[in-house]
Nanobody
Framework: QVQPVESGGGLVQAGGSLRLSCATS????????MGWYRQAPGKERELVARMTSGGRTDYADSVKGRFTISRDNTKSTVYLQMNSLKPEDTAVYFC?????????WGQGTQVTVSS
């Protein structure tokens, strides 16, 4: 069973940093495209950052220069380093694994940025 599991969310003041982690079991992780999405109350889920199996990255314009996605294939884990956090970054952050033509989602982790 494929299951991404996020961790690392929490409450932080504006300007602070958090690092999210997502461990995915049940797949050959190095062949998976991995992504971080977020959903704020009353809004649609949106892409934050994505890293292909080959290491190519894409970022939402709103997080470029502040967030960094990385992966450790030996630990089957993808990370999202979030710096200079803003109140508008408050959302539930979801990990996504694309593998074998299928998409798998984690349960999400709450990130709250206070002003």
């Amino acid at each position: 069973q494929v299951q991404p599991v996020e961790s690392g969310g929490g409450l932080v003041q504006a300007g602070g940093s958090l690092r999210l982690s997502c461990a995915t079991s049940g797949i050959f992780f190095s062949f998976a495209n991995m992504g971080w999405y977020r959903q704020a109350p009353g809004k649609e889920r949106e892409l934050v950052a994505r890293m292909t199996s080959g290491g190519r990255t894409d970022y939402a314009d709103s997080v470029k220069g502040r967030f960094t996605i990385s992966r450790d294939n030996t630990k089957s884990t993808v990370y999202l380093q979030m710096n200079s956090l803003k109140p508008e970054d408050t959302a539930v952050y979801f990990c996504n694994s694309e593998y074998g033509g299928r998409s798998f989602w984690g349960q999400g982790t709450q990130v709250t940025v206070s002003s």
